[in-house]
């Protein structure tokens, strides 16, 4: 008979994990479970759970009847995301930290540390899928449109891919839950996690007011008006609305005020009141560019993701000496250096690139 492959999932001590443990269970491997410590918060915050997530973990490991494996990852962590997500941020970018732990962590250190445990593959509880076509593996959208999670594994290669697995990629969050419940899991109703990865909810200015010296510099409209003054620019993003706090007294309209640019070379920070053609642009460059699979023929076309749970944007792309242009059919709203662009071919990921400039 023949010996089932090993398959160390990952279990984080929330709901997802939980139940890809399981199935992955029902489907017949031999599976253990890893618990990831990858921040080192202080013992009396409220914004990380390591203790709590990780008991939870224990809890659900024992009712599998699995072999719990527990390891620190939070030099790793810090030297290959978190120290560039700082950097990011002093050149007043916003960069997207979920999209780099998952290529350096979760499916580097975690695939690295599995298959030195003897694991065959590893797994996740990501709302993704993958398919293996003539010998090439394709990163897929879960069927969960509300959940797909491909948008953040879009940096993951052909060998990360070979060697991962991700159990609940066709079905929904509902199911997992009713699933979870059925099973008596601690973790059933169990809030998601949110935040940054594994550094947790906290108030996002505040916490990188910890790590970056503040900047003070004008807010102004698109008139060259002074509104007030920030704090940095670093602690602001591109299409934010909540923590201006700009009160009556400015602009003609009850509406809302939004960033719409960040000066770095003046320090000014540049507001617009509702929906502005400032907040609009219908192209972008980007660089890092990085295919799943062989890279296309250019031009391209596809759809287009600038942020995560949008819905695919109809796209072009081209080359641009070593980066690549992305012209969209429409304009898009608040394009944001440092963030993602990833594309797509119908529920096939093809890869992504990081935002540079918005062009037009």
């Not at 697995?165 to 169990?190: C, H, M, Q, S, Y």
């Not at 299409?239 to 320090?267: C, H, M």
Request: aromatic share 10%; hydrophobic share 35%.
């Amino acid at each position: 008979m023949k010996k089932p492959l090993k398959v160390i999932v990952g279990l984080s001590g929330g709901v997802d994990s939980s139940v890809a443990a399981l199935l992955l269970i029902e489907q017949g491997f031999e599976v253990e479970a890893l618990f990831m410590k990858n921040w080192e918060e202080d013992d009396t915050t409220t914004h990380c759970s390591a203790a709590q997530d990780l008991s939870d973990a224990q809890k659900v490991a024992d009712m599998l009847g699995i072999k719990l494996h527990t390891v620190n990852f939070s030099n790793d962590y810090w030297e290959d995301v978190f120290e560039h997500f700082l950097q990011e941020h002093k050149k007043g970018r916003t960069p997207n930290p979920d999209v780099l732990c998952n290529q350096k962590i979760k499916f580097k250190a975690f695939l690295d540390y599995a298959l030195n445990l003897g694991a065959d593959k590893i797994a996740t509880g990501h709302y993704a899928r993958i398919a293996e076509k003539e010998a090439v593996f394709q990163l897929k959208t879960g069927l969960d449109d509300n959940k797909d999670q491909s948008y953040f594994l879009h940096l993951l290669n052909q060998y990360q891919l070979s060697k991962s697995l991700f159990p609940l990629g066709e079905i929904n969050k509902d199911a997992v839950r009713n699933i979870a419940a059925k099973n008596g899991f601690i973790t059933a109703n169990k809030k998601d996690s949110t935040g940054i990865c594994f550094i947790g909810e906290r108030n996002f200015s505040e916490f990188l007011q910890t790590y970056l010296p503040k900047q003070q510099g004008d807010i102004v409209d698109e008139n060259g008006q002074f509104i007030k003054h920030h704090q940095g620019l670093a602690f602001y993003t591109i299409g934010q609305r909540k923590g201006l706090e700009i009160g009556g007294g400015f602009g003609t309209s009850g509406e809302p005020w939004f960033v719409a640019d960040k000066r770095l070379e003046t320090n000014e920070l540049l507001v617009v009141q509702g929906e502005s053609p400032l907040l609009f642009h219908q192209s972008l460059s980007a660089s890092e560019v990085h295919w799943i699979a062989t890279p296309p023929t250019f031009p391209l076309k596809c759809k287009a993701k600038i942020r995560y749970r949008q819905a695919s944007q109809d796209c072009t792309i081209s080359q641009q000496d070593s980066e690549i242009k992305v012209l969209f059919e429409k304009p898009q709203r608040a394009i944001t250096p440092g963030q993602s662009v990833v594309f797509y071919d119908q529920d096939v990921c093809l890869g992504g690139a990081v935002i540079e400039t918005r062009d037009t």
